[in-house]
């Protein structure tokens, strides 16, 4: 029988593709952290945002290419002239002409063929300097990106922590639990000996309902947590519901790093070179601009026709084709330039303009590095203490854990009240919830501190 399971179990495995247990393996935090980053639409956004940056910047490269047109037309033409003829006879060669106003008009058919290329040769150094701006744009998207990324990080490092916590505290309230059914049954066999009051006796039940509501919160925080994670990874709720992991204090965090590392101060920082190339671009628009011509032209006439209103020869109307006319190729090839003397002081208003951009972009520069001055001693600050925090709050588990061992033996020889009991039960629980947020707490000051130096990672917190 356990031969035939085990033979089904393998099929099933090979049908489906994989074995039924790792379906369910519960994600680790690079997983959840790897999948967010896959998932956030901003993120996706940013990328996109860069594409577009590198296709400018491809553009400018392409700026030296040459450029061909053709172009064609086809059009009918009509032209009519007025003319005052004088009489003119000459019989020896039977030509007689009238005395008249006579009214000619010729129509033709005209088609024309045009091929233009250009090529720009040299653009008074602008095109070089743009690149080498578009280069450092691409930099500062490419921070602000990185920036995104550890908020994304940070976000679900918090999550994965609240799981943690919820979990421990649910360990915590389970042993109270425990404690308090252990204590009920001494309190219902002392209320029958009449050792203690009935009073006495239902403070246990309201510490019990007290307890219960703290169960059924802890399960509403609990399923809140999963859907956010859901939400930020896209991983089923299902594996996110087998996550198992504990709370552990974040050690090793270098305490002398400054904040020249995050990526907002490098965003700022290729966002000024690239406004510094743009004002150099800007400055060459006095320079000569080079360019190399060429073009050919065809064209041509075709079904032409001369009437005129009137008798001219003989006391008939003129009507004859005109012949085909055709013009083929003309070409044209050489170099141009273009000179901008006088402008109306555009040039310099550019210049001036991207100037003031500059400026601006310093001074945010200067503004974000005096406020993340102030965050990064604020997030030190709270790591020291949060990290303290945990040692003492360890102790003082130990404290109210050692008091209520001695208060159930004093309680069990009935040397202390139903009250005192409780009192004790809630000081340890007390403790034990403080030591678990306070853990939850160190870590939210350590994943800040990285922020706040531009360290974080996937890998930083374990």
Known sequence: MRNFVLIAIVLIQQITGGPLLAQQRPPSLQELTDSALKKDYSLANQQLDIELSQLEKE?????????????????????????????????????????????????????????????????????????????????????????????????????????????????????????????????????????????????????????????????????????????????????????????????????EEDVLNRPDIKALDAAIAAQSYKIRAEKTWFIPKIQALSSTKMSGSFWGRLNSSKPVLNGEKLSADMPSLFIM?????????????????????????????LVKFQNNKKDLFQKLEVNLTKCRSDYTVSTAQVNTMKKQQETASNALDQANKEYRSGLIKTSDLIDAEEDFENASLGIIQALYNQRRAAVELLKATGHLKPDSIK
């Open 329 to 357: 190729p003309m070409f044209n090839i050489g170099v141009g330039f273009s000179w901008n003397i006088l402008d109306g002081h555009d040039g310099k208003h550019e210049v001036r303009k991207a100037s003031i951009e």
């Open 59 to 255: 553009k400018l490269r392409n700026a030296f290419l040459p450029r061909v047109t053709i172009s064609g037309s086809e059009a009918f033409t009509l032209s009519s002239i007025s003319l005052r003829t004088k009489e003119i006879k000459i019989p020896q060669l039977n030509i007689a002409i009238e005395d008249s106003r006579n009214r000619f008009t010729s129509t033709s058919d005209v088609v024309g063929i045009n091929t233009d290329a250009a090529m720009l040769l040299y653009s008074g150094g602008k095109i070089p300097w743009l690149k080498k701006a578009a280069d450092e744009k691409i930099k500062a998207q490419t921070e602000l990106t990185e920036q995104q990324r550890q908020d994304i990080i940070s976000d679900v490092i918090s999550a994965y922590d609240q799981l943690a916590l919820l979990k421990q505290v649910r360990v915590v309230l389970n042993e109270s639990e425990k404690r308090l059914a252990a204590n009920m049954k001494i309190a219902d066999k002392s209320f029958s000996y009449g050792l203690i009051t009935k009073y006495e006796r239902q403070k246990i039940e309201v510490a019990q309902a007290q307890l219960a509501s703290r169960i059924t919160e802890y399960e509403g925080k609990r399923s809140i947590v999963q859907e956010k994670l859901y939400w930020l990874t896209n991983i089923s709720i299902e594996r996110i519901a087998t996550i198992n992991n504990t709370l552990e204090p974040v050690t090793g965090i270098a305490a």
